[in-house]
């Protein structure tokens, strides 16, 4: 099976196609283009996950304006991440990605958490900054309030949203930053 999304972007003014295959693992396949102050961007990025939303790489090709950036991680499902030949050592213990221009990778913790409704975990992630090509850990909470809705903490607490998702644990809104426009199996 496949799900085809169309995300628009509304603080980047972007717009996103994202595919995920769900086959023996999961895959994801996906384009954004969109404006950051006033300057062009493009970012394809492709996500290899099991079937129970672990992850176990992240490749991700940018383009802002005329500077293009490229980035693949693997993770060893222990918490070390690495590419080609090194060890990303400010990484250990992240279980998750957050592409910052795609909502897709916030359906990564809702569905590897499986939480319960009123259940709150904190993890930390790879926090990918396009714009700035910024690679960090973060501290992140989600909360799950109801059968749809997760409440979104950052690691600063200065940036709070409640997202909904659909029955497949992908986002249908992200106040103020995104919107589904489409899925398509």
Excluded at 19 to 24: A, G, I, L, R, T
Excluded at 45 to 70: A, F, G, H, P
Aim: net charge negative; aromatic share 12%.
């Amino acid at each position: 099976m496949i799900k085809n999304i169309l995300w628009k972007g509304l603080a980047t003014e972007s717009l996103e196609y994202c595919s995920v295959y769900y086959k023996e693992a999961l895959s994801v396949r996906s384009a954004v283009v969109g404006r950051y102050e006033q300057l062009p961007f493009k970012v394809d990025y492709e996500v290899e996950m099991d079937r129970d939303w672990n992850m176990k790489s992240v490749e991700i090709r940018s383009s802002l304006c005329n500077m293009d950036q490229r980035i693949a991680l693997q993770y060893d499902g222990l918490g070390h991440w690495y590419s080609e030949n090194k060890v990303w050592k400010h990484l250990d213990g992240c279980t998750d990605i957050d592409i910052s221009v795609s909502p897709f990778t916030n359906t990564l913790p809702v569905n590897r958490l499986q939480m319960a409704v009123g259940e709150t975990q904190e993890i930390s992630v790879v926090y990918i900054d396009i714009p700035k090509f910024r690679i960090a850990q973060e501290r992140q909470r989600y909360s799950r309030l109801d059968a749809h809705t997760y409440r979104f903490t950052n690691n600063e607490g200065d940036f709070t949203a409640d997202i909904v998702v659909d029955d497949d644990g992908l986002v249908a809104h992200y106040p103020t930053l995104f919107d589904r426009i489409l899925i398509r199996d």
